[in-house]
């Protein structure tokens, strides 16, 4: 009996060696919902649907996007938590309802019960002076904050976007204080700053280049720990020897709580290959984005540093909820 029992054990497990590589092939064999925690035309459900039109290419079957915005991406991703952990419902996110909504509402996740597939593209935010402000440089630009505390206001995309709080990282590890002027996003900071509304346009880069080829802009500083070939004159953050401090907004694709590991391989993979299509690569150039793959547990990683980082930057601007 017990020779039979260890022939037994040993059969069982030599059948699931078996078909483990099948069933982790055999993934996915019908279609996926993937959920955008955004509107649909916004720039996170724009790259998840141009990303799609070759993710579905490369996984075999339909994917089909579902726009749940609210809440700040909130909503969203509360819903996708509930999915089950097939690996059929996928999220398409950006940063922030990750990283930073958590610290300020109650939700029903975080970074910890989300599967960390892969990221896919990353863009910096600029802070960007008129002509005639007094600074060349990344180095002069915050030299001048610093000599005048208070005096200069920095359009941003509201309280706890993380625009401001990219903003705000920065100027705490400088003591800088400047003014923030909250406002519905990058299109109507830059309005403000051009009407000269606020002192400093804090916002994307894209919707300002324009202004900077025309010589009604300067930007000198963004907060990626690279500089930025679109904007010669800013500098990055490791520049000025603090890369640490980079906060930008990045895109990435997360599975619900208990995905198997192989079926989150087998979609960072097929992310992985789509990326490499020149019209997606185009499209993300003309967004002012870059390509950025980072993958499973480095992924998690990089979501674990964001989260307590912008955890203590809100709560040293009061915005932590308790």
């Not at 963004?222 to 000025?240: C, F, I, K, R, W």
């Not at 993958?295 to 912008?310: D, K, M, P, S, V």
Request: hydrophobic content about 40%; overall charge negative.
């Amino acid at each position: 009996m017990k020779l039979t029992l260890l022939l037994t054990t040993a059969t069982v497990s030599a059948l699931a060696l078996a078909l483990a590589p099948a069933m982790a092939s055999d993934y996915p064999n019908r279609p996926i919902e993937l959920i955008v925690p955004a509107p649909a035309g916004g720039g996170t459900d724009n790259v998840a649907r141009m990303l799609n039109q070759y993710l579905e290419a490369e996984l075999g079957q339909p994917v089909a996007v579902l726009n749940v915005a609210g809440g700040g991406g909130a909503i969203g991703v509360n819903q996708f938590s509930r999915a089950r952990s097939d690996g059929y419902t996928l999220l398409s996110t950006w940063n922030s309802p990750i990283t930073t909504v958590p610290h300020m509402q109650r939700v029903q996740y975080s970074y910890e019960t989300l599967t960390p597939i892969t990221s896919t593209s990353q863009s910096a935010y600029t802070l960007c002076v008129a002509p005639d402000f007094p600074a060349e440089s990344g180095e002069e630009f915050l030299a001048e904050l610093q000599a005048n505390p208070g005096r200069y206001t920095y359009g941003n995309d509201g309280v706890g976007g993380t625009m401001r709080l990219a903003a705000e990282r920065i100027f705490e590890a400088f003591d800088i204080t400047a003014r923030p002027i909250p406002f519905g996003g990058a299109g109507e900071t830059l309005q403000n700053f051009l009407g000269g509304h606020v002192d400093i346009y804090g916002g994307s880069i894209t919707p300002v280049l324009p202004y900077v080829e025309e010589g009604q802009a300067k930007c000198l500083l963004v907060t990626s720990a690279d500089d930025n070939e679109a904007l010669p004159q800013a500098s990055g953050l490791a520049a000025l020897g603090h890369p640490e401090l980079e906060t930008v907004l990045w895109r990435m694709m997360l599975g619900p709580e208990g995905m198997a590991e192989e079926r989150a391989e087998a979609v960072a993979d097929a992310v992985a290959r789509a990326v490499e299509h020149p019209e997606f690569q185009a499209f993300l150039a003309a967004q002012g984005e870059t390509l950025n793959l980072v993958r499973g547990e480095e992924l998690r990683e990089r979501l674990r540093l964001e989260t307590q980082a912008i955890g203590e930057t809100l709560e040293n601007l009061g915005l932590k909820q308790q």
